[in-house]
């Protein structure tokens, strides 16, 4: 099956800095989300993007199916962005997500 | 997201008991699905299912059960508790158009099993 690893597995930043995730796969893919799990267990949807660029506020994603790979960019960090970045994909028709094992993102005041 | 719900949020239950879990959707989804998370790990798939008559087994089937009882309700059941089976439990829904796919979580339910 598909295999997704995301780096680095944790990251510290301080309040302000830009940082960027990175999410690589081992084959093709129609769909690729990255979420954001909040201290609370939350996961919330932050971009559908098999392809191309979207920006979301302080956030955004890029992905290039043809290289396997997707980058997620937080710029002017703040405490409230900390918790774990999953990338998750989806191979062939299933439907299924295959998750990354995610990246731990602290922001320090 | 509001639109899918779970319930309970967090339980607590002991070995060898029986235990549902239970999934509510508002979108009008026809694919639902339920993940487990564990400490410091990303979810995996227990069960999906793409319409009420359509239920498949994902990659940690072993120990649970599920039933779709309508379009909108997905429940997960754990017919003989273990440790083991301590996790943060989740419910998703997704609407296929095309080949573009987005799944939308619920908050989750956390269970231990002493």
């Known amino acids: 099956g598909i295999q997704v690893e995301q780096s680095p597995p944790d990251l510290i930043l301080q309040e302000g800095a830009n940082s960027t995730l990175r999410c690589n796969f081992s084959?093709?893919?129609?769909?690729l989300q990255w979420f954001h799990q909040n201290p609370w267990g939350q996961l919330i949807n932050l971009f559908y993007?098999?392809?191309g660029t979207k920006q979301n506020g302080r956030l955004s994603a890029t992905s290039v199916a043809t290289e396997r790979y997707s980058l997620l960019y937080i710029s002017s960090s703040q405490t409230t962005d900390s918790g774990v970045y999953f990338c998750?994909?989806?191979?062939?028709?299933?439907?299924?997500?295959?998750f990354g094992q995610g990246t731990t993102l602290q922001v320090k005041p | 997201d509001a639109d899918v719900t779970q319930t309970p949020r967090n339980r607590i239950t002991k070995t060898g008991k029986r235990i549902m879990l239970e999934c509510s959707q508002t979108?009008?989804?026809?694919?639902m699905y339920w993940y487990r998370q564990d400490p410091g790990l990303g979810l995996r798939l227990i069960y999906y299912?793409?319409?009420?008559?359509?239920?498949n087994k994902g990659e940690i089937s072993d120990g649970y059960s599920v039933s779709r009882q309508a379009q909108a309700k997905f429940s997960l059941s754990l017919e003989s508790a273990i440790p083991n089976q301590t996790a943060l439990y989740f419910c998703?829904?997704?609407?296929?158009?095309?080949?573009?796919?987005?799944?939308?979580f619920g908050p989750g339910t956390r269970l231990l099993v002493l």
């Open positions: 299912s793409f319409d009420v008559k359509d239920i």
């Open positions: 084959d093709s893919v129609n769909n």
């Open positions: 993007i098999p392809s």
């Open positions: 998750a994909v989806v191979g062939g028709n299933t439907g299924k997500l295959i």
């Open positions: 979108k009008g989804h026809d694919r």
């Open positions: 998703a829904t997704s609407e296929r158009q095309g080949v573009m796919e987005t799944q939308y």
